[in-house]
């Protein structure tokens, strides 16, 4: 069935950057919107930034003017730019998935560690 495969995390240093894919496969028809969110510990998932069919582009307010998604086919990255401590956390891919006509699901990547040093 529809996976959603997470890479490009790792650790850098405040200011850094690093950028994130997310490769979408299986069942898929159409993707009807992609997007990431991040947990850090202790801390409830939260959005980051997402992506629509049309290229519309929506980003958490304290990403906005440091990251940029993107789509090319079934991929969808996040170039992160300017990183600071708080950006740490683990980032997973989302999207919004139609496996056919009459059904769409919803589906997470297993995550990928961002860690971004003082």
């Known amino acids: 069935q529809v996976q959603l495969v997470e890479s490009g995390g790792g650790l850098v240093q405040t200011g850094g950057s690093l950028r994130l894919s997310c490769a979408a496969s299986g069942g898929i028809w159409i993707i009807n919107s992609m997007g990431w969110y991040r947990q850090a510990p202790g801390m409830q998932r939260e959005l980051v930034a997402t992506?629509?069919?049309?290229?519309a582009k929506n980003y958490a307010d304290f990403v906005k003017g440091r990251f940029t998604i993107s789509r090319d086919r079934n991929t969808v990255y996040l170039q992160m730019s300017d990183l600071k401590p708080e950006d740490t956390a683990v980032y997973y891919c989302?999207?919004?998935?139609?496996?056919?006509?009459?059904?769409?699901?919803?589906?997470w990547g297993q995550g990928t560690q961002v860690t971004v040093s003082s």
């Open positions: 992506i629509t069919a049309s290229s």
């Open positions: 989302n999207a919004d998935i139609s496996i056919n006509l009459w059904s769409h699901n919803n589906y």
